[in-house]
């Protein structure tokens, strides 16, 4: 049979394919039982770490402002982010089974690339939100309205959604000649594209022309800003102005600096020049670790989030003493 029949019987093939084979760890079974036993926590404080930054941002009128609007939202991002991978990942660890069913893998991928690049847009409307608070703070609730704040996360929601509707379908299109098995631990584009059986330099070359504007621009813009921040900051004449203005910035620096390192490193190479194990590891930390951190970082850097959190806290104190109070003030007048 000539190799075209044969790209043509694995394309046909594909489109039955009801399952793949996540590889994932399994050659190393003694280090699935260690990532399991650090995942699965991490995962849980992940889940209440962000949960915790969206209700006090929601529920604490001090917070309702234009930084914590997008804070929530990276929250939201970041919640959703793990929550499409860990589980599966959680359930290949745990035991022999390492299938994943197509329509799953496909929404993985979908969500995946859907979600990075809401991600890495909305780091940068956070810069821009950071850039107009400290060079331009008289003017800032004026510049940051909520209608424009809105059309920000707009913005970004809608240019992350269709870039994963352009690479998903480009992805997933791929003839695979009948392999199932995919070298990760999760259905990630990368993966994906070395399991192709036919040329995937145009799918790659699509890939990193999108890649520059979801990933690089934001990043430029990010750096730009920063440059101005900077600049406005060494201005400031007082020691304890300049401190608090670097400390608002630090917590979304340090953000920026964890979630691009791992971005640029897979997504500018996603075929066969990455390494696959490092590419392994390093989407573990960018699915786990980054959100992990997030909440940690915002909260042990930000006097407000902490007062906040305090606030709840307390008045959830005060308010149980009252009605406890209540109660047996109830009881004695019955008596």
């Given amino acids: 049979m000539s190799s075209s029949g044969a790209v043509e019987m694995g394309a046909t093939n594909d489109s039955t394919f009801s399952h793949f084979m996540l590889i994932g760890f399994s050659d190393r079974p003694e280090l699935e039982r260690v990532l399991f036993a650090i995942i699965l926590p991490a995962y849980l404080l992940t889940l209440l770490g962000n949960s915790t930054i969206i209700l006090v941002s929601r529920l604490d009128p001090h917070l309702h402002t234009p930084m914590y609007f997008f804070l929530t939202h990276l929250s939201f991002l970041d919640l959703s982010f793990t929550s499409s991978s860990i589980p599966q990942l959680l359930y290949n660890l745990s035991g022999p089974d390492k299938t994943m069913s197509y329509v799953g893998c496909a929404l993985q991928l979908v969500l995946f690339l859907g979600l990075g690049g809401v991600e890495c847009l909305l780091l940068a409307v956070m810069a821009y939100d950071r850039f107009v608070a400290i060079c331009?703070?008289?003017?800032?609730?004026?510049?940051?309205?909520?209608?424009?704040?809105?059309?920000?996360?707009?913005?970004?929601?809608?240019?992350?959604?269709?870039?994963?509707?352009?690479?998903?379908?480009?992805?997933?299109?791929?003839?695979?000649?009948?392999?199932?098995?995919?070298?990760?631990?999760?259905?990630?584009?990368?993966?994906?594209?070395?399991?192709?059986?036919v040329n995937t330099a145009v799918v790659e070359g699509i890939a990193f022309i999108l890649a520059i504007g979801i990933v690089?621009?934001?990043?430029?813009?990010?750096?730009?800003?920063?440059?101005?921040?900077?600049?406005?900051?060494?201005?400031?004449?007082?020691?304890?102005?300049?401190?608090?203005?670097?400390?608002?910035?630090?917590?979304?620096?340090?953000?920026?600096?964890?979630?691009?390192?791992?971005?640029?490193?897979?997504?500018?190479?996603?075929?066969?020049?990455?390494?696959?194990?490092?590419?392994?590891?390093?989407?573990?930390?960018?699915?786990?670790?980054?959100?992990?951190?997030?909440?940690?970082?915002?909260?042990?850097?930000?006097?407000?989030?902490?007062?906040?959190?305090?606030?709840?806290?307390?008045?959830?104190?005060e308010t149980g003493q009252v009605r406890a109070g209540s109660r047996r003030t109830r009881g004695k007048l019955s008596g």
Avoid at 166 to 177: E, G, K, Q, V
Avoid at 186 to 196: G, H, S, V
Avoid at 281 to 286: A, G, I, N, S, V
């Fill in 216 to 317: 690089l621009s934001p990043l430029v813009f990010i750096l730009i800003s920063y440059g101005y921040i900077v600049r406005a900051v060494l201005r400031i004449s007082s020691a304890a102005g300049r401190q608090k203005a670097f400390n608002t910035c630090g917590s979304h620096l340090t953000v920026v600096s964890l979630f691009y390192g791992n971005i640029i490193y897979m997504y500018m190479q996603p075929g066969h020049s990455s390494s696959q194990d490092q590419g392994k590891f390093l989407t573990l930390f960018y699915n786990i670790v980054t959100p992990l951190l997030n909440p940690l970082i915002y909260t042990l850097r930000n006097k407000e989030v902490k007062g906040a959190l305090r606030r709840l806290l307390l008045g959830s104190r």
């Fill in 136 to 197: 331009k703070p008289l003017h800032y609730m004026v510049i940051m309205s909520p209608r424009l704040c809105v059309g920000l996360v707009s913005v970004a929601w809608s240019c992350g959604v269709a870039n994963s509707l352009a690479m998903s379908p480009a992805t997933l299109s791929l003839p695979r000649c009948g392999h199932r098995s995919v070298d990760h631990f999760l259905c990630e584009m990368p993966a994906l594209i070395r399991m192709a059986c």
